[in-house]
C-alpha cells in the first residue's frame, strides 16, 4: 500500500549535500579520485587533551542521562563566558540554550518565529535547512541572491516593500558558506535597521567564524 507525501514534503528541493554524495559515488564507480569539497566533515581527530578528557569521564554515572532541555548552568556559563570574551557581549546563562547541533536549531528557528504565510528571507546560496525549515513551518522562503557584484552580501534595498513587512526571519551566515565572503560591521549595522525598521530577527549563523588559516 502507497502512501503519498504531505504537500510541504513535495515542496522540499533535493538535499544538496545527498546530490553530493550520489554524484561522488557515480564519479568514484568510474575511478575518479574525488577531492570532496561538500558537507564540513573535519578530517583530523580533534585535539588529545580533549579526547583523554572525555574517555577520564566516560565512567561517571551522570553522563549517561539526560542533560537539561538548556543545557547544564556550568556549560551555558561557559558559553556566556566566551561571548563577553571574544565579542564584549554580555549574556546571562537564562539567554543561552542549547541544541544538538546548529542544523537543529536553524531549521526549528521558523517553526518558533512565523506564522504560516509570513517571510523568512534566505541568502541564496546558503545553508539548506534555512529553506527547508522555512518550508516545514508553512512560511514562504524569500531568496536573497548572493553574487560577487555585490561582495556576497545580500542586498536589502532591493527586498519590495510587500515582502519585507511579512518577513519575520532575516538569515545572515559569515563568515559565509560556500563564497567564504566575510561582512563587515557596516553590514551588521545595516541589518540591524532592516529588522527594526520591519519587525523581524535577524538570525546570525556564524558557525565558521572561529576558523583561522
Known amino acids: 500500500m502507497a502512501f503519498a507525501p504531505s504537500d510541504r514534503l513535495k515542496k522540499l528541493p533535493p538535499y544538496l549535500f545527498a546530490e553530493f554524495e550520489r554524484k561522488r559515488a557515480v564519479l568514484e564507480k568510474q575511478g575518479k579520485d574525488i577531492v570532496n569539497l561538500g558537507i564540513g566533515d573535519p578530517d583530523q581527530a580533534p585535539p588529545r587533551l580533549l579526547l583523554d578528557t572525555m574517555t577520564k569521564h566516560l565512567n561517571d554515572e ?14 551555558r556559563g561557559a558559553v556566556a563566558g566566551f561571548m563577553k570574551k571574544r565579542y564584549g557581549i554580555a549574556l546571562e546563562n537564562k539567554e543561552i540554550c542549547m541544541g544538538i ?15 504560516p504565510g509570513d517571510v523568512v ?19 514562504e522562503p524569500y531568496v536573497m541572491p548572493l553574487s560577487k557584484k555585490n561582495g556576497f552580501l ?5 527586498i519590495p516593500a510587500d ?51
Not at 546548529?102 to 518565529?113: D, G, R, W
Not at 527547508?132 to 513551518?137: L, R
Not at 545580500?154 to 532591493?158: Q, R, S
Not at 566575510?182 to 535577524?202: N, Q, R, S
Open 62 to 75: 551522570y553522563i549517561h542521562q539526560y542533560s537539561s532541555s538548556q543545557g547544564t548552568e556550568e556549560f
Open 101 to 115: 547541533g546548529s542544523k537543529e536549531l536553524i531549521a526549528h528557528m521558523p517553526l518558533a518565529l512565523t506564522n
Open 121 to 139: 528571507l534566505c541568502p541564496e546560496p546558503g545553508y539548506p535547512p534555512y529553506r527547508s525549515g522555512t518550508i516545514f513551518a508553512l512560511a
Open 154 to 158: 545580500p542586498d536589502l534595498d532591493a
Open 163 to 213: 515582502v519585507a513587512k511579512r518577513a519575520k526571519i532575516l538569515y545572515v551566515n559569515y563568515p559565509n558558506n560556500p563564497t567564504g565572503a566575510t561582512a563587515g560591521l557596516d553590514f551588521y549595522k545595516k541589518c540591524v535597521e532592516f529588522a527594526k525598521k520591519w519587525g523581524c530577527i535577524v538570525v546570525s549563523d556564524e558557525a565558521y567564524a572561529e576558523l583561522y588559516y
